[in-house]
């Protein structure tokens, strides 16, 4: 085929949509929310990822003890913790230092530190690293074996956590997805078969005069194509709006950020060109699939 | 050229639509078919378009078995013909210019091409004036002067007419039929549907009558205005 006739074909595809902008809006749509939804959780997994990356660096154990051990107990503990295998360092943290580094993390609640004058809630500690952090867990039951220890505190905790939830939101990822599946297929299938209702009488003629099958599709190719390139801009407009702002609203939280730390959302911009390439491609793709499988199915050429 | 072979069409109904037919009509020839509503012409020109197969026998059209072809040589078999329908079937929303232009764009035919041969053909039916009207500014008449212009676009071997002059006034009947003999006279093969018998009467040539799905009567017959 020659490229005039590519151009032919590729402008009565735009045509279409135009023609049939009703139903393509109605594609539009709903490729939009699947792509939203898919690409939300796509992102969310990652982010996670990413968190559980950044708390595994720390591979911490926050070691608390017992407020009646005297300081030669609180050193011989500190013996101990060291001879644990599979322990990289100790270091100790008194309850001195710890409430200063509280009054810094947690400026707003000033108020009820003075409150308490000197008297000091929290116990001494020490911070113990991990080398390897699947020793974590045995590490910890060890620690907890020894004498006089309050609390033994882990991010490993919290990573499990974060491991679960990833894959609660993968499992429900995976359910959303086959469903806008079925419905963007449906959605497709419908604008198609408008399309070829209301070009009925050109397509009879086509096949008259001898136009093949790929001619008599490619328009319906082209128009399943340019509502899904549509749906995935639409998409990242979307994506990078509500992506921006949650960043926004999650980094003024202190808390939050304490917890997941500010490093480990990832941000927008790093991701951007992705996002739009993906959204692009997988918009089109979808777009341009249904469209032909739908008018094998519909034209009887 | 049109050849048929002891074809016989048996609807998956039981419906027995041509019954061992056999009709050669030669290159050049101009030929009109007529019949009763139901008796097998539309059959036929089905057959002849291999829009559905004979049961049995042999169709042979412009020199293509249609018995032995292959789906995908169907559009190569279908630009070898020209048609022309009795409800016109011209695109509503194109100009009488797109709808001709249309069939040479389906065989991806060069640009230059479809710009110099669509105002000739449109110049050989009469209608250069209306050449930018759309369908619905046209009478019936110049409805049809398009679809003969339509088919005769792509320069076929063969013409098959479904009743054209069904739709238009009766006067304007003759000027389809002269517009379509003058084709003939170019060298197309013209096959034309009708059940008007007066037209036929007036034209004379040869006359095919198809009955219950046998043909009856096959014959030349001298035209009024011949004789």
Redesign the interface.
């Given at each position: 085929?020659?490229l005039?006739?590519v151009k032919?074909l590729v402008d009565q595809g735009v045509e279409n949509v135009w023609k049939n902008k009703m139903m393509a809006f109605a594609t539009f749509c709903v490729l939009l929310i699947s792509l939203l939804l898919v690409g939300a959780s796509v992102i969310f997994y990652f982010n996670i990822n990413s968190m559980i990356g950044g708390i595994s660096d720390k591979n911490e154990i926050a070691v608390f003890i017992n407020d009646k051990a005297d300081k030669a107990r609180i050193t011989e503990i500190g013996q101990d913790l060291a001879k644990i295998k599979g322990v990289s360092e100790v270091t100790f943290e008194s309850k001195e230092d710890a409430f200063n580094k509280m009054l810094v993390q947690m400026p707003e609640y000033e108020k009820i530190f003075e409150s308490l004058g000197n008297d000091n809630p929290l116990v001494d500690g020490y911070r113990v690293k991990v080398s390897n952090i699947d020793e974590v867990p045995q590490i910890i039951s060890e620690i907890r074996g020894l004498n006089d220890i309050y609390y033994v505190k882990a991010s490993q905790e919290f990573v499990n956590v974060l491991k679960e939830l990833r894959r609660v939101v993968t499992m429900v990822a995976c359910a959303i997805i086959a469903a806008l599946a079925v419905v963007s297929m449906i959605m497709i299938s419908n604008t198609t078969k408008a399309s070829i209702f209301t070009r009925r009488?050109?397509i009879?003629?086509?096949?008259?005069?001898?136009?093949?099958?790929s001619?008599i599709r490619t328009p319906f190719f082209v128009e399943g194509m340019v509502t899904g390139f549509f749906s995935g801009i639409g998409a990242f407009i979307i994506t990078w709006a509500a992506y921006n702002s949650l960043f926004e609203l999650l980094t003024k939280q202190v808390n939050v950020m304490n917890v997941i730390g500010l490093g480990n959302i990832i941000q927008f911009s790093s991701i951007r060109v992705y996002v739009l390439l993906s959204y692009i491609i997988a918009g089109s793709f979808i777009g341009a699939l249904g469209s032909v499988i739908f008018t094998r199915k519909h034209i009887n050429v | 050229m049109v050849e048929l072979k002891n074809v016989s069409v048996t609807y998956s109904s039981g419906v027995d639509a041509l019954n061992n037919v056999s009709l050669k009509i030669n290159d050049g020839d101009f030929a009109f078919v007529v019949g009763s509503s139901g008796a097998g012409k539309s059959t036929m020109i089905k057959l002849l378009?291999k829009e559905i197969n004979a049961t049995s026998g042999v169709v042979t059209v412009n020199g293509y078995n249609l018995n032995k072809m292959k789906r995908?040589q169907?559009?190569?078999?279908?630009?070898t013909l020209g048609?022309v329908f009795q409800d016109f079937?011209l695109?509503?929303s194109m100009t009488v210019y797109e709808n001709i232009a249309?069939?040479l764009?389906?065989?991806?035919a060069?640009?230059k091409y479809i710009r110099k041969r669509v105002p000739y053909v449109i110049s050989l039916v009469g209608l250069q004036a209306k050449s930018n009207s759309y369908p619905d500014e046209l009478s019936g008449g110049e409805k049809q002067r398009v679809a003969i212009a339509?088919a005769l676009v792509?320069d076929p071997k063969l013409i098959i007419a479904d009743e054209p002059t069904g739709n238009i006034d009766p006067e304007l009947s003759y000027e389809i039929v002269e517009l379509l003999k003058g084709i003939n006279d170019c060298g197309t093969t013209i096959l034309m549907v009708t059940h008007e018998h007066d037209l036929v009467r007036h034209f004379g040539g040869r006359i095919i009558n198809i009955t219950d799905g046998e043909i009856v009567f096959d014959e030349v017959i001298g035209g009024i205005n011949e004789a």
């Open positions: 085929m020659k005039s006739g032919y009488e050109e009879q003629i086509m096949k008259y005069v001898g136009a093949t099958n001619f | 378009l995908r169907i559009p190569e078999f279908r630009r048609f079937r695109i509503p249309f069939v764009r389906v065989i991806d060069p640009k339509r792509n």
